[in-house]
């Protein structure tokens, strides 16, 4: 017997007599703790333990098509590949205790493309191929795995998330669930030439709040609700032998049956409406009405806007703040994601932003000139959880710089009780005073598009910061016009300036995320916050300033972190599979970000976006620690684009 032979034999032994104990470490890490026992028993049986020192090479591109399946049981294991910009190597992940490796080359029959190398004095459990395409083919977790990567850990936390919300709340359904599954299958309906009295009396009959005018084609031409009818009388036009058509709203806003309902969600809170027809090629199908679609407790998404819009008083408004919180929860508890409950919140505080504003002008009286409320960064992108600031301002047009100034004074008061009264509304003054009262960012479009121009080509530090703000922006109240001819011209300016594009990706890469090549996380050492991270500062940053810079230099519009991400897909300007795991990485932060947030509020503790990784699970860390990998990827393709 050979010595390799003799080592693989000892490793052999080593694992069978103590297969209960290696089965209750694997149940302790996923995909092993979704198998079956009787699959775990095979994978432990025909496995062999081995030891690599410190420094070992355990597999690497030289050695060919991969035969061994490998599970680090104790120590650390470094990726490994020649650095994209300077000599020698750079790690480019880290694989701890409980982790496997090298999925991708083994399935795929080839070599893997890093050295994988012990970072430190490391046991490895090792499966042969064999043994592994037969484990492969009966075990469905491992295969699923497999093939889908840390996608399938997500659906694992998804799920935990949910059961954790539902212990309270109760679940009912998904906001991922199809329309056509929600919506009333046969939707009352009538001619146009029907009476008001009838068409009333056939809601009352059928037990529902509206009824859609449709033409011989089930074509729909309007829709009528109880609302409508409430209008009609007050309004004095009670005369219900006229037809329905008279009083019916028009062309009733419809989704097609594949669509969501967060889709119906969005659409009833963004247009203020309580039914949504369910379309498909141009024939009724269904309607949904906010009853259905929010049959929640305590809370109901429509109800909640259509609260904060009619508000009379500040105090009402800041009251709102932890319906939204209880909100949250439910959203949670029926399966919505991190990006659509950013959404919601983002919604939600734009109707409060907008509602303070027509608050405060009732108050103070109409400053006489038209104005735009703008809102930058997180804002701007629709990127805010229940922990937000206040970044805003606002822009307004004039001819010349006297009447500038003039219409500032006029504007300055009014902007001041502005962010005063949002304030009083949870939403924190800034401290950097990035707010529409500071007489700096109360501006003319021109010298808006003045002020931008001066960040493009004076790249300094104070400039390349205020990129990171401003450079997200939308309008939240008054004309969007002038907000869209800024954006464009910015966008033109920065495109046409590379040398401003490589300090934007110098500026972002100061900012890096919290791995490191010798424990699996960066933490701070001392003071208050030792021992923890910031998820958003070292962990979302690095995505939003990435995607970006990104986007502005190649022309994209919108502003909204994944939405560049798809769009520099779809233009081919990052591979598919890149921006999809950068997608991934993203949305889980932000997810373990808002349930941080979610727990603290509950428990009335100040809300703080830094975290001690060592409170997570298993689970939790791995996938942190990849998505944070992830951002590394990301800065390291900028390095690469930009040549730094």
Not at 523 to 540: H, N
Request: glycine share 6%.
């Amino acid at each position: 017997m050979s010595k390799t032979d003799a080592f693989a034999e000892a490793g052999k032994t080593a694992v069978l007599q103590n297969i209960h104990g290696t089965m209750e470490f694997l149940r302790k890490y996923p995909p092993f703790n979704q198998m079956e026992s009787a699959h775990l028993a095979f994978l432990v049986e025909h496995c062999q333990l081995r030891f690599y020192a410190a420094g070992d090479a355990i597999i690497k591109p030289d050695d060919g098509p991969v035969e061994h399946f490998y599970i680090v049981k104790q120590g650390r294991v470094c990726g490994e590949r020649p650095h994209s910009a300077r000599r020698g190597t750079e790690t480019t992940f880290e694989i701890a205790a409980g982790e496997c490796f090298p999925m991708a080359a083994l399935i795929g029959e080839r070599a893997t493309r890093t050295e994988h190398r012990a970072a430190e004095d490391t046991f490895c459990l090792l499966l042969d191929k064999t043994a592994f395409v037969r484990l492969f083919a009966i075990s469905g977790p491992l295969r699923d795995f497999a093939l889908r990567g840390v996608s399938s850990l997500l659906d694992q936390v998804n799920q935990q998330v949910q059961l954790r919300a539902v212990e309270s709340l109760g679940a009912q359904y998904s906001l991922n669930t199809r329309l056509d599954a929600l919506a009333l299958q046969r939707p009352v309906h009538c001619a146009r030439e029907l009476p008001v009295n009838q068409a009333v009396k056939t809601m009352h009959e059928q037990h529902v709040g509206s009824i859609v005018i449709v033409d011989d084609a089930l074509h729909p031409l309007g829709i009528f609700t109880l609302r409508d009818l409430r209008r009609a009388i007050a309004d004095g036009e009670c005369d219900l032998t006229q037809p329905i058509a008279n009083l019916m709203t028009k062309n009733p806003f419809h989704l097609p049956p594949d669509a969501t309902a967060f889709d119906a969600a969005m659409a009833m809170t963004e247009r203020h409406i309580a039914h949504v027809c369910v379309v498909e090629k141009g024939q009724l199908r269904g309607v949904l009405s906010e009853r259905d679609l929010f049959s929640l407790q305590r809370v109901e998404l429509v109800h909640l806007a259509r609260t904060i819009r009619n508000a009379g008083r500040i105090s009402t408004l800041a009251a709102l703040r932890s319906e939204i919180r209880q909100l949250v929860d439910n959203m949670l508890a029926h399966g919505a994601s991190s990006t659509q409950i950013t959404h919601i919140i983002t919604l939600l505080n734009d109707h409060t932003v907008c509602r303070v504003i027509e608050l405060a002008i009732e108050a103070l009286g109409d400053p006489g000139v038209p104005f735009t409320w703008l809102c930058f960064g997180s804002e701007g992108r629709r990127e805010q959880t229940l922990l937000t600031d206040q970044d805003n301002g606002i822009m307004f047009e004039a001819n010349d710089a006297a009447e500038a100034a003039m219409i500032r004074g006029r504007l300055l008061p009014l902007a001041q009780r502005i962010n005063q009264d949002l304030a009083a509304c949870g939403f924190t003054l800034c401290k950097g005073g990035i707010m529409a009262g500071n007489p700096e960012l109360c501006l003319s479009r021109q010298e808006w598009t003045r002020r931008f121009r001066g960040f493009v080509r004076e790249s300094t530090p104070e400039h390349l910061l205020g990129c990171t703000i401003y450079f997200d922006l939308r309008a939240v109240w008054g004309p969007a016009d002038g907000c869209e001819k800024l954006r464009l011209a910015l966008i033109a300016e920065i495109q046409e300036n590379s040398l401003f594009q490589r300090s934007m990706v110098e500026n972002a890469l100061r900012q890096r995320p919290p791995v490191g090549r010798f424990r699996d996380f960066v933490v701070a050492r001392k003071g208050a916050v030792k021992d923890t991270l910031d998820l958003k500062v070292q962990g979302l940053t690095p995505f939003v300033d990435g995607a970006r810079l990104l986007a502005l230099a190649h022309g994209i519009e919108t502003c909204n972190t994944l939405e560049r991400l798809r769009q520099l897909v779809a233009s081919r300007i990052i591979e598919e599979k890149d921006g999809a795991a950068y997608e991934e990485a993203y949305q889980f932060i932000q997810q373990m970000r808002m349930q941080q947030h979610q727990h603290q509020a509950r428990l009335g503790q100040p809300m703080t976006n830094r975290l001690d990784p060592d409170t997570l699970n298993h689970l939790d860390r791995r996938i942190l620690r990849e998505s944070f990998r992830q951002a590394q990827r990301l800065q390291a393709s900028l390095t690469l684009r930009y040549q730094l």
